[in-house]
Structures are given as structure tokens and as C-alpha cells.
């Protein structure tokens, strides 16, 4: 079994493996303190364990996971520590950003149209589509600044809260309901090129999924 083989959906095998990890991290299945074996994620995805072992590196410099030659990684549990550090990252990051939109207004449209995305997609119960719509919400705010460290420090900062709050929201049904009422507020703000009210939308979005997290670890 070839290591950098192009497989479907023109991923190489490192990547596979990587969006694999990462699709289980995120949902739930690796949970924290679970040993993950590379041999048997190999298998599963009928590779070797070299484009694993690859894909396993990057999650442990994303923080995910630690390895332990010749045992396997260790899925690390998100700690309270972490849940505030991020939160106080990315609210640095995203009240700039938002300020910078609502200056220009010119993202509010879009922003009001994704928002009732949002909504048609918890309504379906479409739990996944909904946190992906939830994180392109907030990244299409941080990336319209065109600084891509921005977006690179924002993608980092993301990580974490989505760990934990892809299954909060199916164990706290309200809270999704109250994060599409959050996005709605910032995105009316932005289209009504109100800084001011942009930022104090974002403040309170973040202060409440930091204690919404807090509450779900």
C-alpha cells in the first residue's frame, strides 16, 4: 500500500488519513483520554501506517493528541484552561475582524443569508452541517480582512471549542437556537455598518459559548 498514493477526492493518503482523525476528533468517537492505534486507523482505511503516522503528527502540533512511540496517540481531553484561552484568542481576532466589516457593511447581506442557512439546517436536524455552517460564519467575518495570519490564528483558535461544542449542541438543543439568534444580531450590525454594535455582538456570542463550553467539559 503506497504512503503518498492519490485516493478519492484527489486527497493523498496523508490527507486522507488526516481529514479521517480529524472528522472523528470532532464528532465525538476519539474522545479524550481514548488510545488511538495507527495500525488499526490503517487498516480501516486500507494504508500503510506511515501516512498515518503523518497525519497523527499534525494533529499533535494542533494540540489534539500526543504520541507515544510504539503505543499509539493519546487523544488529549480539552481542559477548562483551554476553552479560555482560545475564547480570549479568538475574541481578539474576531472583534477586529467584525469592526472591519461593519465599517463597510458590504458583508452583511451574505452574513443575514448564512444565518438563515443556519437556521433551515437545525430545523432539518442536520446537527454536522449546522457546526460547519456555524464555523463558516464566523471564519467568511475573519477572512474578508484579507490578513492571512489573521486566518491562520483564527483557524487554530477554532480547533478547540468545536471539539467540545459539536456534541454540546445535541445535548443542549437551546444553545443552537441561541447561537443562530447570536449570528443574527452580528450580522444585522455588519449590514447596518454599525461598528459599535458589531463588537458588542461579538463579545457577548463568545462570552456565552465560553460559558456554554465551560459548562459542557
Sequence with gaps: ????????????????????????????????GMMLSEGEIAESLAMSRTPVHEALLRCEFEGHVRLY????????????????????????????????AGASGALGPGLLEMVDAQAALLAEGEDDKFSAADDDFHRRIVVATGNSLLSKAYALA??????????????????????????????????????????????????????SLLRAI
Excluded: C, W
Excluded at 481542559?79 to 467584525?98: F, P, W
Design 1 to 32: 500500500m503506497s504512503s503518498t498514493r492519490t485516493g478519492s477526492g484527489g486527497l493523498s493518503a496523508p490527507e486522507r488519513a488526516y481529514a479521517h482523525i480529524r472528522e472523528r476528533l470532532f464528532d465525538g468517537t476519539y474522545a479524550g
Design 69 to 100: 512511540p510504539k503505543r499509539g496517540a493519546l487523544v488529549l481531553p480539552v481542559s477548562a484552561k483551554e476553552i479560555q484561552e482560545v475564547l480570549v484568542t479568538r475574541g481578539l481576532i474576531e472583534v477586529y475582524a467584525v469592526e472591519q
Design 158 to 211: 477554532r480547533d478547540v471549542p468545536l471539539r467540545v461544542g459539536n456534541s454540546n449542541l445535541r445535548n443542549d438543543p437551546g444553545r443552537a437556537e441561541q447561537v443562530i439568534a447570536e449570528h443574527r444580531a452580528i450580522a444585522q450590525a455588519v449590514a447596518d455598518r454599525d461598528p459599535a454594535a458589531a463588537r458588542a455582538a461579538v463579545e457577548a456570542h463568545l462570552d456565552h459559548a465560553m460559558q
